[in-house]
């Protein structure tokens, strides 16, 4: 056994003398540490050595600067509990001490010099004769200090009796100077003592001095005095716990900051620094809210405060708030969240005082401004990284690697968002938010509050993720998951664009495509004509032998003549004639032969005499008009008939039947009578009358009279057929001979399909304009709609002239609405039965369903109903997670990728799939029978007696007979292309429909996409859970580095001495060593390539979702 090494370890843990020894050598610089000397801050100011006994004496002792009273009631404690160490050094000297005091007394001295179990643990196993040396030499230092005499002068209970009365005097000062001093000098038992309830009281009483308004210079002493207690009581583990767990200390310690106290305010803002770096894991956004409330009742910036206390003289005090500013900005992980408290120190004035402070020569501060400047400088290469892969994608010439972030101007960081949002679909937005700044109020002290909100708004949306802005009042009121928005504002604008894209080429694919069918369907109409020439060729070869060299130029020229001859004798134009389809022109025979028996749209020759025409659809001639019904359901009454007395515009709203409404509908208890009003109405009708009344009132009634008296007076038409006529010519606005000149010119410039409908529904009867033909001589004695069908009288076959004039304007669109469906259903068949891809994937389907079924009647399957592929998402995995569909999926995107064409392959299937064969067909009859009726209207035409009728000649029989037949060829080619791809894959015509077929196919491709979407949505989650069990694990080794860290930093004592903590960390704020590998930093490395690409992982930084 070494004799030396008892003393050696007692003199290390000893608490007095380690602290007097490190106090005085703080005294040796120029910021002293120490704040708890008795000797207070004018002896030190004076560098004089505050005395030994001071520090730990728990009342002034005799020859300090100023004496106090000692408190009346806090008499002598006769206390004998060991804990407070209530033996002297004489009671230990002639008695012995057993064994088992001796080691009970080791343990004690152990727990009053705060070691923990680590370093408890070697000196537990050191030999009894050593630890009674050590026990021995604690007692006997102790004893030399005065320690344990004074200890025993006031109680830990003491001090509580005398804090609960409440005084706010010199009594009160006197106390917490003496309190001070008992929790610097006293062991870490006695401050355990008095904390269990002093703490709560000494919180109460800073409570209550901070909400004095008016504060003297003894209430100013009293909270210096409270911070200075509680500096004291935080100078041991203990108490550094115990004020971390109270929720109101950091609020209270707060708001008693005042620039105004300078010693105060560096006191507090030194023990906040230290709360900072070793606090718990959100110790950093606890203090920022306690100081964003304690600014809102101050109704000031949170951080102005703090910026006001650099600006005060003490140079202390500027190294406090500079250590408070570093220990905020750079603990937080995020650089997005240190950039905005930095920046917002910088907008609360820091900016403006930063060149100041780098004026004034002070170590410690230079020490302060170096760190801060040194971080500043880190945070901003870090932010230059994520800037350089956008500048080596946009070129910018904007040196960024050359670390002069720091240096941007304003301009640099406009040209910078430009670039970035220029000709993209972002540089709307950019240029709209631009132009929406530039309309804030115009107004000195609201703009600044316009922009303050409007960067808020911004930094929450922009940090919402990771650095949530700790400002919880404006978080709280904008919290919104805009990543998601973004997310759909993106996928919405990559599918406008494909959508547009694939639009466009939609487009020009079906002009192609009808060019195609129309000349395909061309080419097979000039095959089978000239296969039935060849063979009416070979039959008249046969015949007559062989023809003379000259004679078959003519024959074929003469057969060029057929549809000529087809077209009827009106068909002709007039001189001179359009050339022929033949080697020369015949000019048209007079008169013209009677026509030869006419063709329908597929060649084959009408019999007159046959069956009659079908009946005429609803709307044409022979439909009959209903009168409404009399009866209303659910007593309802007939509405009041009003008679404006002038002509009132008429209000466009689509009427609701009463039979179409139900009993609790609002209409049928609708009472608008109520509100009838002589004034309302008048006004009304001059507000919204047709045409102003100028005629005075004798003419007006003259003209009702008059016009009463003709509605009266009809001749041959009927009441009901008038009143209508008469509605629709209202409505029209036309004299009635302009009307007949548009129909006889059949001038479709005028003629709207719309009037020619509601002509033909309200045209009288041929027989009762005959009728009317005889009043001629009595035109101006009869009504409005008689009058106009004495006109009407005057036109040859009126109601079949309006037929084919409606169908001549309905032929195109008839024509339009045809032709697409056919190119659609001709298309998709082409598109199924042509694609690689999909027959790899039936193929891939066939294997998958052969093994599953394997040893089943099933199982060896040669093929399958294509109808079946909707069948695959029935089939459910064995975890129930997944579908066969969605496996053939995952399978096709590992291994055949090209397999995932046939959906890009179907164009047109979704198209096809909404086609009815069957309407289609009635279609092409409806229009087929129209034609056979207007040739048959056009070869029992009258020849035209007005020099005006041009209607045979603008009649287009021969143009529409060769679109139809376009149209029909067409539709016989997409028949056999659908018939084909139906045998194609064994399918049973008679069983499954086209529609049916193409349908299910239309509905497996999108089951087909939507599986991949969900495949890729199933990878996303597993990759962002991946990314999440790797960020977590990260983050908790991070937060554990952290912990270390910190439990580091409340063991920096020298030769192991656990007291002083305070001491320790307001020592390492000072010279910086708190700050030094706040964070791993991850250098750049130099062999990165700089023009990375956007989906290039950043090597600098962490995933950074905004």
């Known amino acids: 056994m070494e004799p030396r090494r008892p003393r050696q370890s007692y003199r290390a843990p000893s608490s007095p003398p380690g602290r007097a020894g490190r106090e005085n050598k703080g005294l040796r610089r120029k910021v002293p540490l120490g704040a708890g000397s008795a000797g207070g801050s004018e002896e030190q100011a004076d560098g004089r050595k505050p005395k030994f006994l001071d520090r730990f004496a728990s009342i002034r002792i005799p020859g300090s600067k100023k004496e106090r009273p000692p408190l009346p009631h806090m008499k002598q ?41 680590d370093k408890k643990m070697p000196l537990r196993e050191k030999d009894f004769n050593t630890k009674k040396e050590m026990v021995m030499q604690y007692i006997s230092t102790a004893s030399k200090s005065g320690s344990l005499k004074n200890s025993r002068k006031i109680s830990p209970q003491e001090f509580i009796q005398e804090l609960k009365s409440g005084s706010t005097d010199e009594r009160l000062v006197t106390c917490l100077e003496s309190l001070r001093v008992s929790l610097t000098s006293n062991p870490v038992s006695w401050v355990e003592n008095f904390g269990r309830e002093g703490l709560g009281l000494l919180l109460d009483v800073l409570e209550r001095l901070v909400e004095i308004k008016n504060q003297d210079k003894v209430v100013k002493r009293s909270q210096h005095k409270v911070i200075q207690c509680l500096r004291a009581f935080m100078n041991n583990k203990y108490g550094l716990e115990r004020i971390l767990g109270e929720e109101r200390s950091l609020l209270l310690l707060i708001k008693a900051i005042d620039p105004k106290q300078a010693n105060m305010m560096t006191d507090i803002v030194k023990l906040l620094s230290a709360m900072c770096i070793v606090g718990e894991e ?68 820091l900016k403006e005082i930063l060149p100041q402070l780098k004026c004034i020569k002070n170590e410690a501060l230079d020490i302060q401004l170096k ?107 904008l919290d919104i998951n805009f990543s998601h928005l973004i997310d759909i504002c993106v996928d919405k604008a990559r599918l406008e664009e494909c959508e547009e894209r694939a639009s466009e080429l939609s487009r020009k694919f079906e ?8 000349t395909q369907a061309l080419l097979q109409k000039k095959e089978e004509r000239i296969n039935e020439l060849e063979a009416e060729l070979q039959a008249f070869k046969s015949q007559y032998g062989s023809l003379p060299p000259g004679f078959l130029p003519t024959t074929r020229g003469d057969a060029s003549v057929v549809p000529l001859e087809a077209a009827g004798p009106h068909q002709l134009p007039p001189p001179p004639p359009p050339p022929l389809p033949s080697n020369g022109a015949i000019p048209p025979p007079p008169p013209p032969p009677p026509p030869p028996p006419l063709l329908n749209g597929l060649g084959i020759p009408l019999a007159f005499g046959g069956a009659p025409p079908p009946p005429p659809l609803p709307g044409l001639p022979g439909a009959q008009w209903s009168p409404p019904s009399c009866t209303l359901p659910f007593g309802m009454k007939p509405k009041k008939e009003f008679k404006p007395e002038v002509t009132m515009k008429r209000l466009n709203w689509s009427k609701i039947r009463p039979q179409e409404m139900t009993e609790s509908c609002f209409w049928v208890k609708a009472e608008e009578n109520k509100y009838e009003n002589a004034d309302i109405l008048c006004k009304l009708e001059l507000t919204f009358c047709c045409q102003k009344r100028v005629k005075k009132e004798e003419e007006d009634f003259e003209e009702k009279k008059s016009i009463k008296k003709r509605i009266k007076e009809l001749k041959v038409l009927d009441p009901k057929i008038a009143q209508n006529l008469s509605i629709f010519l209202g409505s029209f606005r036309v004299p009635y001979e302009e009307i007949k000149m548009m129909i006889l010119e059949v001038d479709e410039t ?100 052969n093994y599953m079924n394997a040893g089943s009647r099933n199982g060896q399957t040669f093929g399958y109903n294509l109808s079946s592929l909707c069948k695959l998402k029935d089939t459910k995995s064995a975890d129930q997670k997944t579908t066969l569909l969605h496996f053939l999926v995952e399978v096709c995107e590992e291994s055949y990728q090209d397999v995932l064409n046939f959906v890009e392959d179907f164009q047109h299937l979704d198209k096809a799939s909404k086609v009815s064969a069957e309407n289609l067909e009635k279609s092409l009859k409806h229009m087929e029978r129209q034609l056979q009726q207007l040739e048959k209207d056009l070869q029992t035409f009258p020849v035209p007696e007005d020099k005006h009728d041009k209607f045979v000649t603008k009649i287009f029989l021969v143009h529409a007979k060769e679109d139809f037949q376009k149209l029909s060829r067409m539709h016989e080619n997409m028949e056999k292309i659908y018939q084909n791809v139906m045998g194609y894959y064994a399918i049973d015509l008679k069983k499954v429909s086209v529609e049916e077929f193409l349908t299910d196919l239309n509905n497996f491709r999108t089951m087909f996409m939507q599986a991949v979407k969900e495949n890729i949505r199933r990878r996303e989650a597993e990759e962002k859970q991946r990314r999440a069990k790797i960020a977590k694990e990260k983050a908790e080794k991070e937060k554990q580095e952290r912990q270390q860290k910190k439990k580091r930093l409340l063991e920096m004592k020298t030769e192991g001495e656990e007291t002083g903590v305070m001491d320790s960390l307001l020592e390492a704020l000072q010279s910086g060593a708190a700050f ?6 991850t250098p750049r490395p130099k062999d990165v390539p700089q023009n990375l690409s956007p989906t290039t992982q950043r090597p600098v930084l962490k995933a950074c979702n905004h």
């Open 282 to 349: 959100n110790i950093l956004e606890k203090i920022l809210e306690a100081i964003t409330a304690a600014a809102e009742e101050k109704n000031v910036d949170r951080f102005s405060p703090i910026v006001e206390g650099l600006q005060d003289n003490s140079v202390q005090l500027q190294v406090a708030c500079m250590q408070l500013i570093n220990a905020l900005v750079t603990s937080p992980d995020d650089l997005d969240f240190r950039l905005h408290i930095r920046n917002e120190f910088m907008r609360s004035g």
């Open 750 to 849: 005028q003629l709207s399909e719309s009037m020619i409908q509601n002509l033909i529904k309200h045209l009288p009867e041929q027989e009762q304009l005959n009728a009317l033909s005889k009043f001629k001589s009595e035109y101006n004695n009869l009504s409005e709609p008689e009058q106009f069908g004495v006109v009407m009288s005057n036109v040859k076959r009126l109601r079949p002239r309006l037929s084919a004039i409606l169908f001549k304007l309905q032929f195109e669109e008839q024509v339009n609405n045809i032709k697409p469906d056919i190119m659609a259903v001709s298309a998709a068949c082409e598109e199924i039965k042509k694609s690689k891809s999909f027959s790899k994937l039936l193929e891939l389907v066939l294997l998958m369903g």
């Open 511 to 518: 002009k192609d495509f009808v060019v195609h069918q129309e």
């Open 371 to 477: 760190v801060f400047n040194e971080h500043k400088e880190e945070d901003m290469i870090e932010f230059s990284h994520r800037l350089e892969d956008i500048r080596s994608e946009l070129e910018y010439p904007f040196d960024i690697s050359k670390r002069n972030m720091n240096k941007m101007k304003l301009n640099d960081v406009y040209n910078m968002v430009w670039n970035t949002v220029k000709d993209t679909s972002a540089e709307g937005y950019f240029l709209s938010i631009l132009q929406h700044l530039l309309l804030i109020r115009n107004d000195y002290f609201i703009r600044p509050q316009y922009f303050k909100l409007i960067e808020e708004c911004v930094s929450q949306i922009v940090l919402h993720r990771s650095g949530t802005d700790p400002d919880f009042t404006y978080r709280k009121r």
């Open 1076 to 1081: 030094r590998d706040r964070r791993k930093r």
């Open 77 to 117: 404690s006769h206390s004998t509990d060991l804990s407070s160490t209530s033996m002297d050094a004489e009671d230990f000297g002639p008695k012995p001490l057993s064994e088992r005091e001796i080691i009970a007394l080791f343990e004690k001295m152990m727990e009053d010099m705060n070691l923990n179990e």
